[in-house]
C-alpha cells in the first residue's frame, strides 16, 4: 500500500466536535477548515490518510450474531469485502447489519484526559440501518467500560447526534445527554472533527456556510475517573439496526496528537 504524506492538522482549544454537512458528492475538491485562533486555515486535502496511529478493527469475520472483533493494520489491509481502497484511491468501511456489529479505525494509543489531540475526516455514508448508525466515538479500554463517553451518530429519524454517557461506564444500563443537529441527507458528504485539549468539551454542528445548528459546553463525567482517567478517538461504521450494511467513503482522514 502506498504511504500517505504526513500532513497534521492543527487543532486549538477545548474539546469539540464540529459536523460540516455538505450537499455535493464526493470528489477530490480541497476542503479549507479554519482552526480557532489560527492565523490561516490549513487546507485539507482528498485522499490524505492519517491512520498510521490507528488499527482496522471489525466483527465482519465473527457472523451477523458474534459481534467479536479483530484487529489489522489499517495500513497494510486492502481488497477486503469490509475494507478496501477503491481504485479511486478512497477508504470504504462495511460492517455487517446486525446490532452491534461494527468496522472502525480505533486508535492504538490512549491519552490522559490532560491531553489534547484531534481528529477530522471528510466522508459519506450509505445504506443507513433502520435504527441508525454511530459514525465517530471517544472511548476508554478500562476494564468493564461498556459503552463510551461520547458518540457521534446519525439516527433512525436520520438527524445527526451526539449522545454522552453521564453515569458509570461500567454499568450494566446507561444514562445520556443527548443533543440533536439537523437531518444527514444519505450518500451526501460530511466533514467530522474532533478536538480535545482537556478540562471541557464544546460540541458545535454548523452547515458548510457557518451557520450553526447545535453548540453545547460539555465535560466527562467523574466517573471516568475511575477508568486510567483516559481516552481514544474511533471512526467508521456502528450498527443500530438489523436490516443493512451501513457503508462509509472517507474522502480524507487527519489526525493529531
Not at 491531553?115 to 471517544?138: C, R
Request: aromatic share 12%; charged share 20%; hydrophobic share 30%.
Amino acid at each position: 500500500m502506498k504511504k500517505m504524506t504526513n500532513y497534521k492538522f492543527l487543532a486549538t482549544g477545548i474539546f469539540s466536535v464540529a459536523l460540516f454537512l455538505t450537499s455535493c458528492s464526493q470528489t477530490e475538491q480541497e476542503e479549507v477548515v479554519v482552526a480557532p485562533e489560527a492565523m490561516e486555515a490549513p487546507k485539507l486535502s482528498a485522499k490524505v490518510y492519517q491512520i498510521s496511529d490507528f488499527y482496522i478493527e471489525t466483527s465482519w469475520l465473527s457472523g451477523e450474531d458474534s459481534r467479536s472483533t479483530k484487529s489489522f493494520s489499517s495500513t497494510g489491509t486492502d481488497n477486503e469485502s469490509w475494507y478496501d481502497k477503491n481504485s479511486s484511491g478512497y477508504y470504504i468501511m462495511k460492517s455487517l447489519a446486525t446490532d452491534g456489529n461494527r468496522t472502525e479505525w480505533k486508535e492504538i494509543e490512549e491519552s490522559s484526559l490532560t491531553n489534547g489531540k484531534s481528529m477530522i475526516y471528510k466522508a459519506k455514508v450509505e445504506s443507513i440501518p433502520e435504527n441508525g448508525v454511530t459514525i465517530a466515538q471517544i472511548h476508554n479500554r478500562g476494564n468493564n467500560v461498556n459503552r463510551p463517553w461520547l458518540r457521534v451518530f446519525i439516527d433512525d429519524d436520520r438527524k445527526i447526534k451526539i449522545k454522552v454517557t453521564t453515569n458509570n461506564p461500567s454499568n450494566s444500563s446507561g444514562t445520556y445527554q443527548e443533543y440533536t443537529g439537523a437531518t444527514y441527507s444519505q450518500g451526501s458528504d460530511y466533514i467530522l472533527s474532533i478536538t480535545y485539549n482537556g478540562g471541557g468539551a464544546n460540541v458545535k454542528v454548523t452547515t458548510s456556510s457557518g451557520s450553526t445548528i447545535i453548540n453545547k459546553t460539555l465535560s466527562p463525567s467523574s466517573s471516568w475517573n475511575n477508568y486510567s482517567n483516559t481516552y481514544y478517538f474511533k471512526a467508521g461504521v456502528y450498527t443500530e439496526g438489523d436490516d443493512k450494511q451501513p457503508k462509509i467513503t472517507f474522502n480524507y482522514f487527519y489526525f493529531n496528537d
